[in-house]
C-alpha cells in the first residue's frame, strides 16, 4: 500500500539555521506530493505541494522538489525563525479509480526554533 | 473567504454514548473528509464524502459513520464510544471533483475526550 516516512522529531534548531525535514513515499502510479504545517490548537494548513516529478514547490521560505528517481520530497528552509515552530507533515495523495481520493500522511515532524 | 468550521472544538463523552459532529467546508467545495489525529497513530483516514455520497472509506469499524448534505456540510457519528475513541477529528474539505488536483483544506478540528 502507499505510505510516507519522515524523519523523527523532534527537531531543535537555533534562529536562522538551515532546516531539512526528510520524506520518502512507497506509492502506486504517480502520486502529488504535499507538506502540512500544524500550530498548536489548529488544524493543518497547506504549506507546499508539487504534482509531477521535478516540479518543485514553495512558499514562505520554504521548498521541497518531487524526486521520483528517489520517492522523495525533503523539506527545506534556509533560514528558520521561532515563529516556525510547528509540527511538519509531508503526505502524498493517489486517485482511486473515478471514485475518490487516498491521502495518505507521514507522522509527522515537530520543529522547534530557539531564539 | 471562510475557511473549514468544525463544531463543537471541544467535547467530553462517556464511554457508550454516542456523539456527532459538525463540518462546514469553505464555500463551493463540494468534497468533505474526516480523518482522526491521535499522538500514537498520526492522522488516519476515516472516509471522504463528493455530492452527498460517501466515496472512500478507511479501516474505521462501523461505530464511526457520516453524511454529506445537500449543502455540503458534513456530520460524523460515532456510536458506542470507547476510551480509544479519544482523539482530535479534522474535517478537511477540497474543491473537487474527484480527479482534480485541488489539496485538502483544514478545519481547526473537534478534541473529543471519552471517560
Known amino acids: 500500500g502507499n505510505s510516507v516516512t519522515q524523519m523523527e522529531g523532534p527537531v531543535t534548531l537555533s534562529e536562522e539555521a538551515f532546516l531539512t525535514i526528510n520524506c520518502t513515499y512507497t506509492?502506486?502510479?504517480?502520486?502529488?506530493l504535499f507538506w502540512y504545517v500544524q500550530y498548536p490548537g489548529e488544524g493543518l494548513q497547506l504549506l507546499l505541494k508539487?504534482?509531477?516529478?521535478?516540479d518543485k514547490g514553495s512558499n514562505k521560505g520554504f521548498e521541497a522538489t518531487y524526486r521520483k528517481e528517489t520517492t522523495s520530497f525533503h523539506l527545506e528552509k534556509g533560514s528558520v525563525q521561532v515563529s516556525d515552530s510547528a509540527v511538519y507533515f509531508c503526505?502524498?495523495?493517489?486517485?482511486?479509480?473515478?471514485?475518490?481520493?487516498?491521502?495518505?500522511f507521514g507522522p509527522g515532524t515537530r520543529l522547534s526554533v530557539l531564539p | 473567504k471562510a475557511g473549514v468550521t468544525q463544531t463543537p472544538r471541544y467535547l467530553i463523552k462517556t464511554r457508550g454514548q454516542q456523539v456527532t459532529l459538525s463540518c462546514s467546508p469553505i464555500?463551493?467545495?463540494?468534497?468533505v473528509s474526516w480523518y482522526q489525529q491521535t499522538p500514537g497513530q498520526g492522522l488516519q483516514f476515516l472516509f471522504e464524502?463528493?455530492?452527498?455520497?460517501?466515496?472512500n472509506k478507511g479501516n474505521f469499524p462501523g461505530r464511526f459513520s457520516g453524511r454529506q448534505f445537500s449543502n455540503s456540510r458534513s456530520e460524523m457519528n460515532v456510536s458506542t464510544l470507547e476510551l480509544g475513541d479519544s482523539a482530535l477529528y479534522l474535517c478537511?474539505?477540497?474543491?473537487?471533483?474527484?480527479?482534480?488536483?485541488?489539496?485538502?483544506?483544514f478545519g481547526n478540528g473537534t478534541r473529543l475526550t471519552v471517560t
Open positions: 478537511a474539505s477540497r474543491s473537487g471533483p474527484v480527479r482534480d488536483n485541488s489539496p485538502l483544506h
Open positions: 506509492a502506486t502510479g504517480y502520486p502529488s
Open positions: 508539487a504534482t509531477k516529478a521535478d
Open positions: 503526505a502524498l495523495r493517489t486517485i482511486r479509480d473515478n471514485y475518490g481520493q487516498n491521502f495518505v
Open positions: 464555500s463551493g467545495h463540494r468534497s
Open positions: 464524502y463528493f455530492s452527498e455520497t460517501q466515496r
